[in-house]
């Protein structure tokens, strides 16, 4: 099946097996005689890639609009109907490989390997030429001061080849397409740096710099390491939940044939048989059979709802008990599961802040770093006529002023804040997330599995006959719906042996039926154990179960879920702040509303779908509001990822806790409280880094120009430099005598209050 256009059709035709028919398959039809096409750009790493890589897709014919994500390292471009532009040539003449993007592509992460290789040569490196650099300057002269330079070569060797080539590459291309990035001057000055010492110690030179060359390999290797890690983080969202989407599905032909087919071969209006256990594969309507569904993709409720003729269903939906027919309304690009993996694609796009400031200062930085020392090198050489002395000097500036403050102000920060974080039991995933909780203002909770703990209880036990209690508990024993297991769990308290029915069987939707002898139990939804054929009404803050003999009531089970420790606490605590808070929930109005009036929130959404979640968080952001998610089910995964920042229990779906940029691992909700006030004090120490760092370079500079400082002195300043900003950071890891352990926390977050489920 193609997406493309009727006047894309015959030139497809033509190119059968053409790079640019490849291209054209891997666009969208985005219906308004515009396609867009997602390619990857794994060279992507900086600001000046960012624009360089905009700026020759924008310069093709037929081409309305491209933008980067960075964190995905992806490239999406709109382009109108007609001849396809050729973006990868486009691409691949800028200096940047490029395919088309899907989620295997983004798999995977070998560049994180090959930085953590280039680092630890560069660390194993450094260090040793460091230990070698002290005998020198202790007043090591003579052979044994050559000696040592010579072996301080031999280990700079690696260092330079090995893990530079990681800047070289990066500026040889940049370079060879006319342009200049950040690793431009840093490849200069530390082969230059290499270059000279290795002259002075063939011939015999007082002083060489391979300390120097290699040290600030490592440090920047340090920063970039981290970024790229941070960065990673962010991709894995996306592929795990379009690994929820089945590859194919049975189709059931009009003479009741079954075929099995790929989802992109199956159009609307098809037949589909969906056997218990499987994901519903497209959006669609049954028309036969009788299920529960596990709907939490889309509800977040934990509860199972039934399933039968008329029912619409979304694609990712699990079905639990039997087998069902379907008639498909959409195809697997226009389906609820793809609309979600495009919302969270689109939410990741643009969210950064101080990291973009330092990409944006870093890219002004290189071409004035190199006019800097251009115009040393002259300048010396003019005054004294000497290229030796010139060369050293303008070494010397290049070294002085590297960006390693820089480049450490913001990772350095965000790594010292993960410890402190985790401390408390909440892991970071994302490098930006930190700077963009510390701006909030307003924060939406879901409901189950968030504010409460998602594991229902009976609340009125005592009003329940035990033998009635007996009965229940032995039939539930036999089933894994949410309400059976809360039944089964209270019950194992005192009922000591089981009983055993002649028959017991699950209805799917309806709830559990048992025989014995002539006698009939029914355990379940209260019209169905009572044989009526009215629903239940739903105006009830909590669910409701009953057991029933030939008919006949015998007990009515209310169930409730138990708020989660802390939230009361935290609900205040923010709200003094003057933090907005609103709860965001699928359930039922009257569980949502009950819930809102135990912690004392004016405003709250009840039966949302992800979509609406996602129109709300949208709603605020346009009014100006800076928003904070937390929430736990897969339905709420394009809400994490719209939202300004977002955070998940670690009971969350997976989906869930990868969208979430943080994970707290204790059942207490002061961990949002906590987050809050370690990213609001880590937010100012990066501003402190920046004002430190932009202050290092505005009081040596001027030194390094005047002749002063030597490499080795710039390499020691640019490391005090580095060494400044990171005692800075660390100012942010003292230890706070008036918070526990999470692990403690843990241990103490057991408790906790009722509410309806």
């Known amino acids: 099946m193609s997406c493309c256009a009727p006047g ?36 992507v790493h900086c600001a000046a890639c960012i624009a360089a890589v905009e700026k020759s897709l924008q310069a093709l014919p ?41 989620v295997e592509t983004s798999a995977g992460d070998p560049e994180y390997s090959r930085l953590v290789k280039a680092l630890a040569v560069a660390g194993f490196c450094a260090m040793n030429i460091m230990l070698l650099s002290v005998s020198v300057w202790a007043g090591a002269s003579g052979g044994t001061r050559q000696a040592f330079h010579l072996i301080s070569a031999v280990l700079a060797v690696p260092a330079i080849v090995y893990s530079g080539r990681i800047f070289f590459l990066s500026a040889w291309s940049a370079l060879r397409h006319g342009r200049t990035n950040m690793d431009v001057p840093i490849s200069v000055g530390v082969l230059l740096a290499f270059g000279l010492s290795l002259y002075d110690t063939l011939n015999d030179g007082t002083h060489a710099y391979f300390d120097a060359a290699t040290t600030l390999l490592f440090f920047l290797l340090i920063g970039r390491t981290l970024d790229h890690l941070m960065r990673e983080k962010a991709r894995s969202a996306v592929a795990g939940l379009a690994r929820l989407t089945p590859r194919g599905a049975t189709v059931v032909e009009p003479d009741g044939a079954r075929r099995y087919l790929p989802l992109a071969e199956i159009e609307p209006g098809t037949a589909l048989l969906i056997a218990a256990g499987d994901r ?69 796009g ?13 890219a002004l930085y290189s071409p004035v770093v190199h ?36 480049g450490l102000a913001v990772p350095i920060v965000q790594v010292v804040a993960a410890r402190r974080l985790f401390e408390r039991g909440i892991l970071v995933k994302d490098g930006s997330a930190l700077e963009r909780l510390a701006g909030i203002d307003t924060v939406l909770f879901d409901k189950t599995g968030t504010l409460t703990l998602g594991s229902p209880r009976i609340v009125n036990v005592a009003d329940i006959d035990p033998a009635a209690l007996g009965i229940a508990a032995s039939m539930a024993a036999g089933s894994r719906h949410p309400l059976s297991a809360a039944i089964a769990a209270e019950a194992r308290k005192d009922i000591a042996a089981p009983i055993v029915f002649d028959r017991l069987g699950e209805q799917p939707g309806n709830g559990l039926e048992a025989y014995a002898g002539d006698t009939v139990y029914r355990l379940g939804r209260p019209d169905w154990a009572l044989g009526k054929t009215a629903d239940a009404a739903g105006d009830e803050p909590y669910s409701m179960v009953l057991l029933a003999r030939d008919g006949v009531e ?32 699928g359930d039922r109005e009257a569980a949502v509303a009950a819930l809102a009036s135990r912690l004392g929130v004016e405003r709250f ?23 904070l998610m937390v929430g736990d089910g897969l339905n709420d995964a394009p ?13 969350a779906a997976d989906i869930g806790r990868t969208a979430a940029g943080f994970v707290f691992m204790n059942e207490s909700l002061s961990a949002v409280s906590d987050a809050l006030q370690i990213a609001r004090n880590a937010n100012t120490l990066v501003r402190e880094n920046f004002a430190l760092a932009i202050g290092y370079n505005v009081i040596a500079v001027p030194i390094a120009v005047s002749g002063h400082v030597t490499p080795l002195l710039a390499a020691v300043a640019m490391s005090l430099s580095s060494v400044v900003v990171v005692a800075n950071a660390m100012r942010l890891g003292r230890p706070d005598a008036r918070k526990p352990s999470w692990r403690a926390l843990f241990d103490a977050g057991h408790g906790g209050e009722a509410v309806g489920a």
């Open 62 to 102: 037929g081409v309305e609009h491209a933008r980067v994500n960075l964190s995905m390292k992806r490239a999406s471009v709109k382009w109108r109907a007609g001849a396809a532009p050729d973006l990868i040539g486009a691409l691949r003449t800028a200096g940047y490989a490029a395919h088309p993007f899907t």
């Open 554 to 585: 015998l007990a009515r089970f209310k169930l409730e879920s138990t708020i989660r420790p802390g939230a009361a606490a935290t609900v205040a605590g923010l709200q003094r702040q003057g933090v907005e808070v609103e709860i965001l929930s």
């Open 350 to 362: 643009g969210q950064a802040g101080y990291r973009r400031i330092a990409d944006r200062a870093a």
């Open 371 to 406: 006019l800097v020392a251009l115009a040393t090198l002259l300048g010396w050489f003019f005054v004294t006529l000497d290229w030796h002395a010139s060369i050293t000097v303008a070494i010397a500036v290049l070294i002085i002023t590297c960006p390693c403050a820089l």
């Open 605 to 627: 959404g009840s039966a949302l779908l992800p979509a609406e979640k996602v129109a709300r968080i949208e709603a605020l952001r346009c009014e100006g509001h800076r928003v």
């Open 280 to 348: 519903i594969p497209l959006d669609g309507i049954v028309t036969g059979g009788v299920s529960d569904l596990d709907r939490s993709l889309v509800s977040g409720e934990a509860a199972p709802e039934v399933a039968r003729a008329g029912t619409r269903v979304q694609s990712g939906l699990m079905n639990l008990t039997g087998a069902l027919t379907m008639r498909t309304t959409a195809r697997a690009e226009d389906s609820f599961l793809a609309e979600m993996v495009r919302m969270m694609e689109a939410a990741e």
């Open 8 to 43: 894309i059709e015959a030139s497809l035709q033509a190119e059968a097996s053409s790079p640019a028919e490849e291209l054209r398959l891997a666009s969208r039809d985005l219906g308004d005689g515009t396609f867009q096409t997602d390619l990857s750009v794994p060279g």
């Open 639 to 651: 809400a994490l990822a719209a939202a300004d920042i977002s955070m998940a229990p670690a009971s």
